[in-house]
């Protein structure tokens, strides 16, 4: 495995690989990595040549208020993860690398990035279609692997892929959990020991939400209501809670067809997102 810094020879490596007839597959991550990313690159592996894990607390996304300084760092963990893993490359940026002096290009996805996290944190999600397209121009992979937990995340990256004629597939893999029931996430480990044990009460209620909406309830708004009447006991604020549609992420009156039932919420100092994905 081979850590590399510099965007030009992140580059030339791979280009020799492709010119080699190898396909490669990607795994953007901030780093703090966790089974769920690992079980990314473990697909990634099985499909493709040459995998590589990018690195990169990514300053665009994070609001003036939001925990860009504290986001848990630990590149030597990390390091060994991947080696184990039997990752090809980690590509390990700087910020002054990403976004040099005088960078002023940035990449909008309208429409889909409006509703659910959009709505609390309007620039994260150009932060987010930014680094993207730069990694994958630089990467340039035949498949990039991400998480259902983010999923209007994966859903905003796979239409930027496709409007933009990027030549990568999306692969979206299933929401890793712990044994209770919790989403993973690098920041569970701000949780206390008593908010961990709480924690898991978000997924409880979407299940129990999935339950109802396969038995015939279509009804989104008593969907959220009972949603919201479950997590408020332990929640210190709800960001939100959203029925939408999978395909352009609107909010649904009458559940019909497949439905996003997505969660946003802070648990202490904490903010948790998890969803589930149903259809009736």
């Not at 990256?157 to 690098?186: C, N, Q, W, Y």
């Not at 709480?198 to 396969?214: D, F, M, N, S």
Request: some cysteine.
């Amino acid at each position: 495995m081979r850590i590399l810094r510099s965007i030009g020879l992140m580059k030339r490596e791979l280009s020799a690989h492709r010119r080699k007839g190898r396909t490669v597959g990607f795994v953007p991550t901030m780093g703090y990595l966790h089974e769920g990313h690992l079980s990314l690159v473990r697909r990634a592996r099985k499909e493709t040549d040459i995998s590589v894990v990018s690195i990169f607390v990514n300053p665009a996304q994070f609001g003036p208020k939001e925990d860009y300084l504290r986001y848990p760092r630990d590149m030597k963990r990390d390091a060994s993860l991947c080696r184990k893993a039997g990752v090809s490359y980690i590509f390990y940026p700087d910020a002054k690398s990403m976004y040099p002096a005088g960078y002023s290009t940035y990449v909008r996805v309208r429409g889909l990035t409006e509703n659910l996290c959009g709505r609390s944190r309007p620039s994260h999600f150009e932060g987010v279609t930014t680094v993207v397209a730069k990694l994958l121009n630089i990467i340039r992979p035949d498949r990039m692997y991400l998480g259902q937990k983010d999923a209007q995340q994966a859903i905003v990256l796979k239409r930027m892929s496709g409007d933009l004629d990027m030549d990568t597939d999306i692969v979206i893999m299933p929401t890793v959990r712990e044994k209770d029931g919790l989403a993973m996430s690098s920041r569970n480990r701000y949780l206390s020991a008593d908010e961990r044990s709480a924690a898991p009460t978000i997924y409880r209620a979407l299940q129990e939400a999935g339950v109802l909406i396969k038995s015939g309830n279509g009804d989104a708004a008593g969907i959220i209501s009972g949603i919201r009447s479950k997590i408020r006991p332990i929640a210190a604020k709800i960001d939100y809670v959203s029925v939408v549609d999978t395909k352009e992420l609107k909010d649904m009156k009458n559940i019909k067809g497949e439905a996003l039932i997505a969660v946003a919420a802070w648990v202490g100092k904490t903010r948790l997102i998890d969803n589930i994905i149903v259809r009736r």
